[in-house]
Antibody, heavy 118, light 110 residues
Framework: EVQLVESGGGLVQPGGSLRLSCAASGFTFSSYWMHWVRQAPGEGLVWVSRIHSDGSSTSYADSVKGRFTVSRDNAKNTLFLQMNSLRAEDTAVYYC???????????WGQGTLVTVSS | QSALTQPRSVSGSPGQSVTIPCTGTSNDVGAYRYVSWYQQHPGKAPKFMIYDVSERPSGVPDRFSGSKSGNTASLTISGLQAEDEADYYCCSYAGSYTLVFGGGTRLTVL
């Protein structure tokens, strides 16, 4: 059974940093591109970032470019999102998701809440 | 990276059909066949319902169908059931290994 479990969320002050993790199991993690998607309270889904199966290529939404860094450890089946210079508007539930062979997100984690507030 | 445009809400009675449009541009929806749709119940993670514009993954009822014309994709749900009440999001590949979601549509089953 495919499982994605996010962790690392919490309360952080504006300008602070946080590192999210996503532990994957039930599939060959190193064979799949992975994504981060976020959802602010009461709002819609917003794509954040994508990383190649071997970590060699990454892409970001304009709103987080230069502040967020996606990475992965295929030996530990774990996806990461390093978030720096956090702003109030980054407050959201952050989901990790697996990409099928095409740009479709077929499995999602349950999400981890990040709150940026003083 | 502007969000795709969806109506905020749609509604229908049990047994009826509803269609949710998703309008993008020639740089996303109009350019690729990589349009997908996701269903999200309150407090739950999204679940993918349609991929590649009109393909249904196993386990998704055939009451759910997708289509695309030009820069607008659509999700049609026929034979509405109470459990279909949820938020629905379209998503398109937007080039350069990026994705863009729609703002979401709340489906109410009357």
């Amino acid at each position: 059974e495919v499982q994605l479990v996010e962790s690392g969320g919490g309360l952080v002050q504006p300008g602070g940093s946080l590192r999210l993790s996503c532990a994957a199991s039930g599939f060959t993690f190193s064979s799949y591109w992975m994504h981060w998607v976020r959802q602010a309270p009461g709002e819609g889904l917003v794509w954040v970032s994508r990383i190649h199966s071997d970590g060699s290529s990454t892409s970001y939404a304009d709103s987080v470019k230069g502040r967020f860094t996606v990475s992965r450890d295929n030996a530990k089946n774990t996806l990461f999102l390093q978030m720096n210079s956090l702003r109030a508007e980054d407050t959201a539930v952050y989901y990790c998701a697996r990409e099928r062979v095409d740009p479709t997100l077929d499995y999602w984690g349950q999400g981890t809440l990040v709150t940026v507030s003083s | 990276q502007s969000a795709l445009t969806q109506p905020r809400s749609v509604s229908g009675s049990p047994g009826q059909s509803v269609t949710i449009p998703c309008t993008g541009t020639s740089n996303d929806v109009g350019a690729y066949r990589y349009v997908s749709w996701y269903q999200q119940h309150p407090g739950k993670a999204p679940k993918f319902m349609i991929y590649d514009v009109s393909e249904r993954p196993s386990g998704v009822p055939d009451r759910f169908s997708g289509s695309k014309s030009g820069n607008t994709a659509s999700l049609t749900i026929s034979g509405l059931q109470a459990e279909d009440e949820a938020d629905y999001y379209c998503c398109s590949y937007a080039g350069s290994y990026t994705l863009v979601f729609g703002g979401g549509t709340r489906l109410t089953v009357l």
